[in-house]
C-alpha cells in the first residue's frame, strides 16, 4: 500500500446525517430545562417554591384498573404455564379488538381491528410515519405546532434551511391566528402532507366539523394525506366537536390517526399510543402507481419494532373496562377543572386567554411590549412559575406563552393566586 492511500484510510471516518445541523437552537423542552436549571442554582430559596405549568406532563396516579392489570400481567410472566415472549408487532389482539370496537365502531366508524397499530406513544409515530413516506412530498404544518412535526421533516431531509423567522424552505406554513381562532383553512396551494392536531397542542383550540370537512374535501382534491394527531381528544367536552377525523365522511380514505394513552390515562412514564392506518389509504410510486400505505406501514413495524411490553398493553386495555373509564373520567375531569382555574386567573389578571375549554393548554397573549421568552422570565423570575414561551412552537407563537393545566390541584390553585397578584403593565 502506498503512502497516499494509507493516509486516505486512516482519515476516513463515519459519515453523519447533516440534515440535523439544520435544526435550530434545541429541542424547546430542553432549553426551558436549561434555563429553569441555571435559574434554580442561582436561587436556591426561589427554587422551593417553583411551580412547573409547562411541559405537558400529567401528575396524579394511575388508574387503579391498570395498575392491577399490569401487576396482573407480570404476575402471568412470573410462571412458566402464562410466561409470554414475543407478541404481535402491531400488538395484542386484546388491546387492538377494545380500541377498534369503543373508540371507532361503537361510535359509527367502521375500523378493522388489524388497522390499529400500538406503539409507545403518539409521539413517536409521529417521527415514525415519515419512514414510509417519500422526499418528495410537499409538507404543510400548522403554525404554531407541535415541534415534532417540524423537526422530524428536517431530520428527514425534506426541507432546506430555515429563515430569519425561523421557517424551513420547503415546508408550506398555516397560520393560526386569533383571527381564525387558531383553526386554519386549507391552502390555496398544493400540499402532499398536511399535519392537523385538534385539540390543538399548543393553543387548546378545536375543529368544528365544518372545519373538519373542509380539510377533508382538500385531501380529496388534492389526493393529500391527512397526519391527524388526536392525542387530546378525550378532553373534548363538546359533543358538537369531532373526537376523530373518521366522524368526517371520506376521512378513511385520506387520513392516519394518532392516539395516546399519556394523557388521559397518565401513561406518560408508561408509553403507549397507537396509530390508526386503514387499508384505503394510497400513495402514489415516482412511476404514478398507487399503492396501499397499511402494508408499508407494517412492514416498518415488524421490521424495526416489536410493539409494547406485555404489562403496559394490558393496563391500558383495562383502560376500557367499565372501571377503568370511570377512572380516565376521573383523571380528565381533574385536569379540566385546573384549567378552568388557570383561565380565571389569568382572565383576572387582565390577560387575554384562550383554551382551556375541550382541551388541558391555556394559550395567553403576553402583556404588551413582551416576547414570549420575556414573559417566560418574568413568570420564572417574578412568580417562580415555568411557563411555555409561544415562540417555541412557531413564529406565529410569537407574542403568547403556554400554561399547561397537568399538575395537582393545589398547586393550580397556588398559580392563580401568583396571576391574580402579578403585575405585568
Known amino acids: 500500500m502506498d503512502a497516499t492511500a494509507a493516509k486516505v484510510i486512516a482519515g476516513t471516518m463515519a459519515y453523519l446525517n447533516e440534515n440535523y445541523l439544520k435544526l435550530q437552537a434545541g429541542y424547546l423542552f430542553p432549553e426551558i430545562a436549561r434555563r429553569v436549571r441555571e435559574f434554580c442554582e442561582a436561587n436556591p430559596e426561589a427554587a422551593k417554591r417553583l ?7 400529567v401528575t396524579e ?7 392491577q392489570a399490569m401487576k396482573a400481567a407480570v404476575d402471568e410472566l412470573s410462571v ?13 389482539d386484546f388491546l387492538r379488538s377494545k380500541i377498534a370496537q369503543i373508540d371507532y365502531r361503537a361510535r359509527g366508524m367502521e375500523i378493522a381491528d388489524d388497522e390499529i397499530f400500538v406503539s409507545d406513544g403518539s409521539k413517536s409515530d409521529c417521527g415514525f410515519i415519515l419512514d414510509i413516506l417519500g422526499d418528495r412530498n410537499r409538507i404543510a404544518i400548522t403554525n404554531p405546532v407541535y415541534p ?13 434551511l430555515p429563515n430569519e423567522s425561523g421557517q424551513y424552505e420547503g415546508i408550506i406554513y398555516l397560520p393560526c391566528r386569533a383571527e381564525n381562532e387558531f383553526v386554519p383553512e386549507p391552502p390555496n396551494e398544493h400540499a402532499d402532507v398536511v399535519y392537523l392536531c385538534f385539540p390543538n397542542n399548543p393553543t387548546g383550540a378545536v375543529a368544528t366539523r365544518a372545519q373538519l370537512e373542509r380539510w377533508v374535501s382538500y385531501a380529496q382534491e388534492h389526493k393529500a394525506l391527512l397526519l391527524y394527531d388526536a392525542a387530546y381528544e ?21 387520513a392516519v390517526e394518532f392516539r395516546s394513552f399519556s394523557k388521559t390515562g397518565g401513561f406518560t412514564g408508561v408509553r403507549c399510543g397507537f396509530t390508526v392506518m386503514t387499508k384505503r389509504l394510497l400513495a402514489q410510486t415516482a412511476d404514478g402507481r398507487e399503492l396501499p400505505l397499511h402494508s408499508l406501514w407494517h412492514r416498518r413495524w415488524s421490521t424495526k419494532a416489536n410493539s409494547v411490553s406485555y404489562p403496559v398493553q394490558r393496563g391500558a386495555e383495562a383502560l376500557y373496562s367499565e372501571e377503568g373509564r370511570a377512572q380516565v373520567r376521573g383523571l380528565i375531569e381533574h ?35 413582551l416576547t414570549s421568552w420575556q414573559m417566560f422570565d418574568r413568570m420564572l423570575q417574578e412568580l ?6 409561544g415562540s417555541g412552537f412557531g413564529s406565529e407563537g410569537e ?19 401568583r396571576l391574580r397578584g402579578a403585575s405585568f403593565s
Open 80 to 92: 412458566r404455564e402464562t410466561f409470554r415472549g414475543y407478541g404481535h408487532e402491531q400488538g395484542g
Open 148 to 160: 415534532v412535526y417540524v423537526d422530524t421533516n428536517v431530520m428527514a431531509g425534506h426541507t432546506g
Open 61 to 67: 396516579p394511575l388508574p387503579p384498573a391498570a395498575v
Open 51 to 57: 411551580i412547573r405549568c409547562g411541559i405537558g406532563d
Open 335 to 369: 385536569y379540566m377543572g385546573n384549567a378552568r382555574v388557570l383561565s380565571e386567573a389569568a382572565k383576572a389578571a387582565g390577560m387575554e386567554v384562550y383554551g382551556g375549554k375541550n382541551a388541558p393548554y391555556i394559550w395567553v397573549r403576553t402583556p404588551r411590549g
Open 384 to 389: 417562580n412559575v415555568v411557563v411555555t414561551p
Open 234 to 254: 378525550g378532553y373534548i367536552s363538546d359533543p358538537q366537536i369531532p373526537r376523530s377525523i373518521f366522524e368526517i365522511p371520506g376521512g378513511t380514505e385520506c
Open 399 to 417: 407574542g403568547y406563552f403556554r400554561i399547561s393545566a397537568f399538575n395537582s390541584r393545589a398547586n393550580a390553585e397556588e398559580v392563580a393566586r
